[in-house]
């Protein structure tokens, strides 16, 4: 049971660069949410979503934009990649409040 | 926006030592959820607790719901050097269309003198 995969686990972009972090999880959970942890600090929710189709902003959206396709799958796009993005995402979901989480994608923006 | 405002902030405590945590919350949550993450590694959860005033034990942690559905604290009996680590607190709240909305507070981070 894989439980929640993100990909890649790391990535180097260049400042202005695009790119979509991949988020799956196999667990037929309706909520999936994307967060951003930086060093020291608590995880902060970037978007989440309730069902395919359907997304919301959390606290900190600016500079990305979330897709969920299908039930299975959450990504995040970066449009155009900015120094103040690098950090460790984190993907989640959730059926009933217990959330399980992917291994993290580390990014750093150059 | 909804924040969690979790204390302390780090403990430095010796192996053996009872620890107990705090959130607190000016919003109203239906769950609070305590998580546990290892350096390179994502949240695990910890406890689950659904029902204000609910007390909750998981082995040697506990956790209660605060009766006002604003608050929740975790403890630590006889803490074990694999205790090391950072301590979140998280409140499930509805959002829009049905999602619900996950936030986590700022973490504690838990270290054990041998």
Known sequence: NAGVTQTPKFQVLKTGQSMTLQCAQDMNHNSMYWYRQDPGMGLRLIYYSASEGTTDKGEVPNGYNVSRLNKREFSLRLESAAPSQTSVYFCASTLTGEAFFGQGTRLTVV | ?114
Do not use: H
């Open chain 2, 1 to 114: 926006g909804q924040q969690l405002n979790q204390s302390p902030q780090s403990m430095f405590i010796q192996e053996g030592e009872d620890v107990s945590m705090n959130c607190t919350s000016s919003s109203i949550f239906n769950t609070w959820l305590w998580y546990k993450q290892d350096p390179g590694e994502g949240p695990v959860l910890l406890i689950a607790l659904y029902k204000a005033g609910e007390l909750t034990s998981n082995g040697r942690l506990t956790a209660q719901f605060g009766i006002t559905r604003k608050d929740s604290f975790l403890n630590i009996s006889a803490s074990i050097p694999s205790d090391v680590g950072i301590y979140f607190c998280a409140g499930l709240s509805p959002g829009i269309q049905g999602a619900q909305k996950l936030v986590f507070g700022q973490g504690t981070r838990l270290t054990i003198n041998p």
